[in-house]
């Protein structure tokens, strides 16, 4: 972002954030800390950071009112942060611990969220610790390689896994267990090959999956679509395959799914946010009215699409029963795989 931009930026959160506050009914001085904030619990580049960027794009969209007039509310500024580390679990204990009454922050999460939060990997948590706003897309798991990769397709490189594992290299986000673990692991039973024998490398997020991949530290990547998306338009990444029943509109159309090549692997993801389990029900409940009038325009489908999400809505009490389940599902699966702690 060059000086004038930044200028525009700040400028312009400084009109938002008054309005914003105003609607909040916050009672506190108005400063550039009173920014709402979007806080991504991994590095730049990856999914998290993709959620995170599309709440601040979203939240500037002119609303078509779907409620009465009263309810309304103005454009919002958000700012994106990040706290890496643990898969999420530090930004998790953050918010739990020491930060769980701020009004003003959202925590993006995903369906790897849910999954180590049901195989114990954010210590003694439960879905009930924090207050669950929105979900805002759906995402698939994907798998690439480089684009001067020998491998050309989906069974190129579990014919490659097969034949003697130890030569290639899988980055993943999260240690075993994770989702991007399950992916490839999944892929590979399919194919008859014990996932023990797989040389996986943990990383912290998706943008350094595909860091370390354009860098040759790792041969292949198991992650997700939307990610694909932002690393893929220089052409530098092949993407072998989509892990969705039918191929993906957009950008992807082209990619085709595991199961056209054989092996019958489908991994959707639900993307959003979180608050902390001491916000207020009536800040909470601001907030679920703000995503629930975003995401009925049109725009808002249009971002969503543009970062390689498709349309996937729940807010407040649906979203909690959602995430219960789920946590729940996944903690029986992880169970059955000896992986819960």
């Known amino acids: 972002m060059t000086f004038r931009e930044t200028l525009i930026y700040v400028s312009a959160a400084c009109m938002l954030v008054t309005a914003s506050a105003a609607w909040a009914g916050s009672r506190t001085p108005i400063t550039a800390l009173s920014v709402p904030?979007?806080?991504?619990?991994?590095?730049?580049?990856?999914?998290?950071?993709?959620?995170c960027k599309l709440i601040q794009k979203g939240m500037l969209l002119p609303t078509t009112l779907t409620v009465s007039q009263k309810n309304a509310v103005p454009p919002i500024a958000i700012r994106t942060t990040y706290l890496p580390g643990g898969i999420g679990a530090v930004a998790w204990n953050a918010i739990v611990t020491q930060r769980s009454g701020e009004a003003q922050t959202l925590v993006a999460f995903s369906?790897?969220?849910l999954m180590n939060l049901a195989q114990g990997k954010y210590?003694?948590?439960?879905?009930?610790?924090?207050?669950?706003?929105?979900a805002v897309g759906a995402d698939y798991g994907m798998i690439a390689v480089r684009s001067d990769s020998p491998f050309k397709n989906l069974r190129d490189l579990m014919q490659a896994l097969?034949?003697?594992?130890?030569?290639?290299?899988?980055?993943?986000?999260?240690?075993?267990g994770s989702q991007d673990w399950?992916?490839?692991?999944?892929?590979?039973?399919?194919?008859?090959?014990?996932?023990?024998?797989?040389?996986f490398v943990a990383l912290e997020g998706g943008g350094e999956s595909f860091t370390a991949l354009r860098a040759g530290h790792v041969q292949a990547v198991s992650g997700d679509a939307s990610e694909a998306m932002l690393h893929a338009a220089d052409n530098e990444i092949r993407i072998l395959?989509?892990?969705?029943?039918?191929?993906?509109?957009?950008?992807?159309?082209n990619v085709p799914t595991a199961r056209e090549q054989g092996i019958d692997v489908s991994w959707p993801i639900i993307r959003g946010v979180y608050m902390g389990p001491h916000v207020s029900d009536a800040d909470y409940h601001r907030w679920i009215n703000v995503f629930d009038q975003m995401m009925a325009t049109p725009e808002f489908d249009r971002l969503r699409t543009e970062g390689g999400l498709f349309p996937f809505s729940l807010?407040?009490?649906?979203?909690?029963?959602?995430?219960?389940?789920?946590?729940?599902?996944y903690g029986q699966q992880a169970n059955a795989m000896g992986l819960v702690r």
Do not use: F
């Open 123 to 134: 210590g003694r948590a439960s879905p009930a610790n924090v207050r669950w706003v929105a």
């Open 241 to 253: 395959a989509v892990l969705s029943d039918n191929r993906l509109p957009g950008a992807l159309a």
């Open 111 to 113: 369906g790897g969220s």
């Open 182 to 199: 399950l992916k490839i692991s999944l892929l590979a039973r399919k194919r008859h090959i014990d996932p023990k024998t797989l040389r």
């Open 315 to 329: 807010t407040g009490k649906a979203l909690t029963e959602y995430v219960k389940k789920t946590v729940y599902q």
């Open 162 to 176: 097969k034949d003697n594992p130890s030569k290639v290299t899988i980055g993943a986000a999260g240690t075993v």
């Open 37 to 51: 904030e979007c806080l991504a619990p991994a590095k730049p580049g990856g999914g998290m950071d993709l959620t």
